[in-house]
């Protein structure tokens, strides 16, 4: 069984700054891609930030400049530094991964955190 737990959200003021983390564990052979989404009330869910195996990135276009996605494979871990935080970043952030939990897996299996509330307001 895997799972996925974060950690680090809260209220900050705008301008401010958080640093979310996400630490896999489980029965865990190798990790693939993981992310970060949100959620506001009332809208979709949408994607944040990606990072692969070899720690290529990439944004979204609202938070491009802002946040950093980065992972620990040691830890099995990825964080997302917001930093310069709007009060239209207030959501559930919840981070994701592919894991191969064998090294028989033909393909990985994406799996979801709880999430974590992040709330931007003076």
């Known amino acids: 069984q895997v799972q996925l737990v974060e950690s680090g959200g809260g209220l900050v003021q705008p301008g401010g700054s958080l640093r979310l983390s996400c630490a896999a564990s489980g029965s865990i052979f190798s990790i693939n891609v993981m992310g970060w989404s949100r959620q506001a009330p009332g809208k979709q869910r949408e994607l944040v930030a990606v990072i692969t195996s070899s720690s290529s990135t990439t944004y979204a276009d609202s938070v491009k400049g802002r946040f950093t996605i980065s992972r620990d494979n040691a830890k099995n871990t990825v964080y997302l530094q917001m930093n310069s935080l709007k009060p239209e970043d207030t959501a559930v952030y919840y981070c994701?991964?592919?894991?191969?939990?064998?090294?028989?897996?033909?393909?990985?299996?994406?799996?979801w955190g709880q999430g974590t509330q992040v709330t931007v307001s003076s």
């Open positions: 994701n991964a592919d894991i191969l939990v064998t090294p028989y897996s033909a393909i990985p299996t994406n799996y």
